[in-house]
């Protein structure tokens, strides 16, 4: 059977436009000898997401973005996706934007729900977007640039006042305090030469004071452990009931007990021994004054005197 150039010519024509047809929308996205179904999220913002990123279900590739719209209405975004597999995709699931890695584009996760009715084709499914790395840093950068800024402002405002402050007198006044200062830090670089001099000098001497106090500790060890020996803890307990029975014998003194106590609080006691002191006196005053009328001694039988009260009799006052 013959066939004709003309039927090969529009057969290969027709081809071509099939072919033409199955590669613009294998570009577009569609793949038209394939069975898939169509599921729909919208977003706020898909900035990195492109058409054809891939769709994955736990990191399994199960689609791909077939159509990327904006709803002139809501302003959001709204994205097409191509599901190739049969899994059963339910109502609930979520479909996240992420970047896999920091270099690469954004493509879609679909995160399965646990209940709800199975998605079919036109569907819509809840939309997320998930932070990638560069997002993250980003964000992260962007209050610390603020503050950075306000810093540099701030240290701009710094500048400005020191130099209003460092006029020509006050940059004279600066240079002079570091020359005085270099000035002082060669004498005490030279000061620091002389003792380093004094000390090597006196090398000995140091070395000896040093010896003499080590000794000085080595005999302070033998005192203690001496004292140690001579059982200090027991003197002091000695010492310490010795303090408790003198405050025992003070507190009985206080409390009128004995006789040292009766002495002390006993005001009777007192009266009766200042009252036979000014008797004691008076006697002895009237024995001085009056001495016949105690020592009589008479050689012609004279009488005796009769007695007379002293003038200065206190007993009576």
């Known amino acids: 059977m013959n066939i004709s150039k003309e039927i090969k010519t529009a057969v290969l024509v027709l081809a071509s436009i099939a072919l033409f047809i199955w590669g613009y929308s294998y570009l577009k996205g569609t793949d038209l000898l394939l069975k898939y179904k169509t599921l729909r999220a919208q977003y706020d913002n898909v ?26 209405a809501t302003g959001l975004v709204k994205v097409e996706m191509q599901i190739k597999s ?33 998605a079919v084709s036109g569907d819509e499914l809840v939309a ?4 990638g790395l560069t997002d993250e840093v980003a964000k992260q950068i962007v209050p610390l640039k603020d503050k950075i800024s306000k810093l540099l402002d701030n240290a701009n405002v710094m500048l400005e006042n020191v130099n209003q402050v460092l006029d020509a007198k006050s940059k004279e006044n600066l ?10 830090l060669a004498q005490f670089k030279e000061a620091s030469g002389h003792i380093s001099t004094i000390l090597e000098d006196n090398k000995t001497k140091i070395t000896g004071s040093l010896s003499n106090i080590e000794k000085m500790t080595a005999n302070f060890t033998k005192i203690s452990d001496s004292l140690e020996k001579e059982n200090l803890g027991q003197t002091v307990q000695s010492l310490q009931k010795t303090l408790n029975d003198v405050d025992e ?50 050689v012609f039988g004279k009488k005796n005197k009769p007695y007379q009260t002293p003038v200065n009799d206190s007993i009576k006052k």
């Open 47 to 72: 900035e990195g997401l492109a058409v054809s990123a891939p769709v994955t279900i736990s990191g399994l590739n199960v689609g791909k973005v077939s159509k990327i719209t904006i709803d002139n």
């Open 86 to 118: 049969d899994f059963p995709i339910r109502k609930s699931s979520i479909a996240e934007i992420y970047a896999p890695s920091p270099l690469g584009g954004k493509q879609i996760a679909i995160l399965p729900g646990k209940e709800g009715a199975i």
């Open 128 to 131: 997320t977007s998930k932070l």
């Open 175 to 184: 240079k002079a305090s570091i020359s005085n200062l270099n000035e002082t």
């Open 249 to 298: 014998m003070l507190v009985d003194l206080q409390a009128g007990k004995g006789s040292m106590g009766k002495l002390l609080k006993d005001e009777s006691l007192y009266t009766n021994l200042n009252k036979t002191s000014k008797e004691l006196e008076l006697l002895l005053q009237d024995l001085r004054l009056n001495p016949t009328r105690y020592i009589n001694v008479s």
